[in-house]
């Protein structure tokens, strides 16, 4: 009787494997057609790009304690790199369509105006290691920010969307070197304010969220993607070039000259439009 029951469990064992060998066999086939997909590349290409931006906060890590004086620079330095970009973005959606690039322009304004308003009524914002004032200043730049990645994801997924795949490699590519300094924008915010290196550089990865996020139904869905991608590159120009104006601008003069300001945010738009047209070409 022994026997047989243990010769009964064995059999009920053997089939229960067969069984769930037979089951699991078409979800590891669904897999294996995944990864080899041309969606899981997109995937893992936007990916790539986002958290390439975490780098820009590296430097900060051979960067003693920041003075005021510092933190004016800072924002000095920022803000001709949010200038710099936010022309590149503007130029290329005015290549496309400058109807539309007027648009989202004019969106972008509306947007980060009402967002302002909003956080203006916030009475004690916090985020990070930050509150009240700062806190605001960086809740405005990490939402531009990660507005802008939602118009690069759309580009990524819009150009692995055509025959020609190298477009899609080389654009993913200029986005992904793109990143970084804009990675950099955002740490010279957040660290002379009290964040952390790694904080910061996870706070820039996160704003690039959005690119794997759209980059593949952006891929899936080219024909009706593409059209508002000008708009979405305009939109998050407008919204940037407000940030530099009504936040940055002002912070970088507080405790350095204006002239000094000055040519510091024109250091580093030269320097962005350098990186732009020659090292991500």
């Known amino acids: 009787m022994r026997c047989d029951s243990t010769l009964s469990i064995r059999i009920i064992l053997k089939l229960g494997w067969k069984t769930f060998i037979w089951m699991i066999i078409p979800y590891l086939r669904a897999m294996e057609n995944f990864l080899t997909n041309d969606t899981f590349i997109v995937f893992i290409a936007a990916s790539i790009t986002a958290i390439t931006t975490g780098i820009g906060a590296l430097p900060f890590l051979f960067v003693p304690k920041i003075s005021n004086k ?133 706070w820039s990865v996160f704003s690039s969220l959005p690119q794997p996020i759209m980059a593949v139904p952006a891929f899936l869905f080219v024909l009706a993607f593409q059209p508002w991608l000008p708009f979405g590159l305009a939109l998050a120009a407008g919204a940037m070039i407000w940030m530099v104006f009504a936040e940055l601008l002002p912070d970088a003069i507080e405790h350095i000259s204006p002239s000094l300001a000055a040519l510091l945010i024109c250091v580093s738009f030269l320097a962005m439009y350098f990186f732009q047209n020659y090292v991500m070409h």
């Open 70 to 202: 510092w933190l004016s620079i800072s924002n000095a330095l920022a803000a001709g790199l949010m200038l710099s970009a936010s022309f590149g973005l503007l130029f290329e959606a005015n290549s496309i369509s400058p109807l539309r690039s007027m648009g989202g322009f004019s969106a972008g304004l509306v947007f980060i105006y009402l967002a302002n308003l909003a956080l203006d009524k916030w009475d004690h914002p916090e985020v990070a290691d930050m509150s009240n004032a700062d806190a605001k200043k960086s809740l405005l730049i990490m939402g531009v920010m990660t507005l802008h990645s939602f118009a690069e994801g759309v580009g990524v997924g819009v150009s692995f969307g055509g025959e020609d795949v190298t477009l899609g490699v080389s654009i993913t590519t200029a986005i992904a070197i793109h990143n970084i300094p804009e990675g950099l924008a955002i740490s010279l915010i957040l660290i002379p304010r009290g964040v952390s290196v790694f904080k910061a550089g996870a």
